[in-house]
């Protein structure tokens, strides 16, 4: 008698199980927006609920910015070999593509099994490449049709993003090499881009990293240009405005210009490039910030000079839309909108500008 | 196996009776009190004759270096007064805000006073003093104004920093149905001015800091009803620095009962703002 009251509960808990209304993707929505390169970071990489996803993905969209740069760790899908978890990152991929959302895709982060005992997961050993490879094969043939963007690895010339090693140029290329065609291999229309370079004036023989433009013109002569389609650059302003002049000796949002000299010194100009990263701060004591005024007025004449003055740049997607939780440094001060999904000044006043 | 096991029961049960026998007089406790509260930080700053306060020398009018590079401003004049009534001396360590805690954390301070906000997500490391000071959002109107509390706004130009935490209010007020019509302005100081000078709005959602500087350097201008936002900064140390907390509010009470907290803001907050203004 107990066991058969206990298998109707059961089943009545089984049943109620599909019952249970769960997150919808909802109608397939499109991006109306007068700046077609407009885009942000987003962090949706520790976001748990579903409906914060979703969430997140809708306001860029509300707020008129086509592309998103999204970070899947390969940690994360495959933490054991061979044996994937796409739970999340399906979410994530499915929500950006219902809301009609570009997804450039940031692919890195070794598991433990993929790289050497008491070593960070930014590390990664040239026989483990192929591994990396594997990974992102499987990435792009999963989202076939709805990403056509990754970008390998993230600002390898940090020593901090290269695992605590020394950065070397010709390891990152080597990474390329092996990467790239494994990609192709697997869906040839996905677009691969390299680089993410941090903007750095770091000088020569610094534990910390090497300077972006000696980076990136070292990966040229390492043959790096026969493995990327597309150069990500990384373009913060601190606070200088988006019209201060390029300069090698000063990290600013034009820096972008002296990277893609070099993409044209190098026979590289008939590629395009992609800012995956930038932006200003306003944070009130962090010395690289600005007013929340500036910042405001630098994010629209930044994403003003992508559309009007670069015609070499498919994307500018600024850091960072939004974080899941408070971070408790200066980094919730490049935030578009608060972790509550209250929007900040600067979220309306690109939207409006996306309105014209 | 099991005998030892009992044993060993057997007397740890014999002790804690005994213990618990022995601190049932309360002049054992009094005895044990002050092994069970030592508090190594406050003991290291009277060794040493010196209390070593990290703060960010990066934030007028609370820090920032003079032209020898010696940091001065309101946190570093409050850290001396503090330090003088316990007899000991203060060395300033310069250290990156968001490093602050960290450092603290590590021993390399003994103390953090840099405008640093309460935060109650560190209070299972740290604790905090009272606050010393708020610079949390207020509203400012002209001196003489009518208006005394947020609702009075209804209808009247309220101007904010643009991008601000003033103007996410304003603009979330404005949602909520508040008839109130919001005016950016780029800066603090202009802010100030439109109140103040062309009076071109009825009031301003500002930052207190901002707002003392103003009122420091003369101008009339006043704060009216609750804060739209409250940031407290507070004086932190050490989860186990029972002691120093200890010494640290009753000094801290001390300056303000005596007024000299006043003063020393009344000293650092007649700066630029309130003089640009002034002319």
New interface residues.
């Given amino acids: 008698m107990l066991f058969a009251a206990l298998a109707v509960i059961a089943l009545g808990v089984w049943s109620m199980r599909w019952e249970r209304p769960g997150v919808t993707l909802g109608p397939q929505q499109s991006v109306e927006t007068t700046n077609p390169k407009a885009g942000v970071h987003t962090r949706l990489t520790d976001e748990v609920e579903e409906w914060k996803i979703k969430r997140t993905l809708e306001m860029v969209r509300e707020m008129g910015a086509p592309w998103v740069v999204e970070y899947f760790p390969w940690a994360y899908v495959e933490s054991e070999p061979g044996r994937y978890n796409w739970t999340h990152s399906d979410q994530v991929i499915n929500h950006a593509h219902q809301q009609g959302l570009t997804v450039i895709a940031r692919l890195g982060f070794a598991p433990q099994w993929a790289r050497p005992k008491d070593t960070t997961p930014l590390y990664l050993d040239e026989e483990r490449f192929v591994d990396f490879g594997g990974f992102a094969a499987k990435f792009v043939e999963r989202y076939r049709g709805k990403v056509n963007y990754v970008i390998i690895w993230n600002e390898p010339n940090l020593a901090l993003e290269w695992g605590y090693a020394k950065p070397d140029a010709i390891k990152y290329t080597e990474m390329l090499r092996v990467v790239y065609p494994m990609i192709k291999a697997a869906a040839p229309e996905v677009q691969v881009l390299a680089g993410a370079l941090a903007p750095t004036l770091a000088p020569p023989g610094s534990e910390f990293g090497v300077n972006d433009l000696v980076f990136l013109q070292e990966m040229y002569n390492a043959g790096a240009a026969d493995y990327f389609d597309i150069l990500a650059i990384h373009s913060y302003g601190w606070h200088f405005d988006p019209d201060s002049p390029s300069d090698p000796e000063v990290v600013n949002f034009r820096r972008t210009e002296l990277l893609r000299a070099i993409m044209v010194e190098n026979g590289d100009g008939h590629k395009p490039a992609m800012i995956t990263e930038g932006g200003w701060n306003?944070h009130?004591?962090?010395?690289r910030a600005v007013?929340?005024?500036?910042?405001?007025a630098y994010t629209l004449r930044a994403y003003e000079i992508a559309l009007e003055e670069w015609d070499w740049l498919d994307a500018l997607c600024l850091w960072v839309f939004r974080f899941p939780w408070d971070q408790?440094?200066?980094q919730d001060y490049f935030t578009f909108v608060r972790t509550d999904f209250?929007p900040?000044?600067?979220y309306?006043?690109v939207q409006q500008s996306m309105r014209k | 196996m099991r005998r030892p096991m009992v044993w060993v029961a057997g007397i740890a049960i014999i002790v804690g009776v005994a213990g618990a026998a022995w601190l049932a007089d309360n002049r054992q406790v009094e005895m044990l009190l002050p092994f069970l509260r030592r508090d190594a930080t406050w003991q290291a700053i009277q060794q040493r004759g010196v209390w070593r306060v990290g703060l960010d020398p990066s934030f007028p009018p609370f820090e920032m270096l003079d032209a020898e590079g010696t940091p001065i401003g309101f946190d570093v004049a409050l850290a001396q007064a503090l330090a003088e009534s316990w007899g000991v001396r203060v060395e300033i360590v310069a250290v990156g805000f968001d490093s602050l805690p960290d450092a603290l954390k590590a021993g390399r301070i003994d103390s953090i006073i840099s405008a640093y906000p309460f935060d109650e997500r560190l209070t299972q490391d740290f604790l905090f003093s009272a606050p010393y000071f708020d610079a949390g959002l207020r509203i400012g109107v002209h001196a003489g104004s009518t208006i005394r509390e947020l609702t009075d706004l209804s209808g009247l130009r309220v101007g904010v920093e643009w991008g601000s935490q003033g103007d996410l209010i304003g603009r979330r007020l404005q949602q909520d149905g508040m008839n109130i019509s919001v005016q950016p302005f780029d800066a603090p100081n202009e802010l100030i001015a439109a109140l103040i000078k062309s009076q071109s709005v009825d009031a301003i959602f500002v930052d207190n800091v901002s707002l003392r500087q103003a009122q420091v350097a003369g101008l009339p201008i006043s704060a009216v009803g609750e804060p739209l936002e409250s940031i407290p900064y507070v004086i932190v140390t050490p989860r186990r620095a029972h002691e120093l907390h200890r010494q640290v509010e009753a000094s801290l009470q001390q300056l303000i009962v005596s007024g000299e907290l006043a003063n020393m803001e009344t000293r650092w907050f007649g700066a630029e703002l309130g003089e640009e203004l002034s002319q």
């Fill in positions: 306003d009130p004591r962090w010395t007013r929340p005024a500036q910042r405001i408790n440094s200066y209250e900040k000044p600067i309306l006043e």
